[in-house]
């Protein structure tokens, strides 16, 4: 039987990433403004202002997606409810440990990797797991926020890594 799962962590629109998007547009009319009365070089500036403020506001709205496919998980980053990009798989098999963010398992854990990933949405206030994986030659840490679903499905597959409490 297959096991599979999708979990979508979503965030709200940021007061930052509505002020970026009506400067965007404010930018962009001033700069037609200026091509009208004849200043191209006003029109150049403005204009690579804008398309500097759209690029930036994509990593203002981002979201991430948790897909859990018979003991692979698939982890996407969602911006602006458009572009999905895969940030990381991996199997839970390869999982050292995967518990709770502040536990005594992760306090106790020793070796520790530097590499630390974070994937959960800056103002995400639930709870936090950390997963320390073995990737190839190197071991990274990330931070994510599976929910009670994933957790359960990945204890079948490895049950000796995953620290629920």
């Known amino acids: 039987m297959d096991n599979f799962y999708e979990q979508l962590l979503t965030t709200k629109k940021h007061f930052a990433y509505k002020v970026a998007n009506v400067l965007m547009y ?13 200043k191209f070089s006003l029109f150049i500036i403005f204009e690579l202002i804008a398309v500097g403020i759209f690029f930036f506001k994509k990593n ?11 003991g692979e998980i698939d982890i996407d980053k969602i911006f602006e409810m458009k572009k999905r990009k895969r940030i990381i798989n991996f ?10 963010d502040n536990s005594q398992y992760i306090k106790d854990f020793v070796n520790k990797p530097n590499k630390v990933i974070n994937l959960y949405p800056p103002n995400y206030n639930g709870e936090i797991f950390v ?7 190197e071991t990274i840490m990330i ?3 599976p929910d009670e679903k994933i957790l359960n499905l990945a204890f079948k ?3 000796r890594a995953i620290k629920k409490s």
Do not use: H, M, R, S
């Open 91 to 100: 199997n839970v098999k390869d999982a050292q440990i995967i518990a709770k």
């Open 131 to 137: 997963a320390i994986l073995n990737k190839g030659a």
């Open 157 to 159: 597959y490895n049950p």
């Open 143 to 145: 931070k994510f926020a």
């Open 60 to 70: 203002l709205f981002i979201e991430y997606e948790y897909i859990f496919t018979n």
């Open 26 to 38: 404010l930018i962009v009319i001033l700069g037609v403004a200026g091509l009208i009365i004849g």
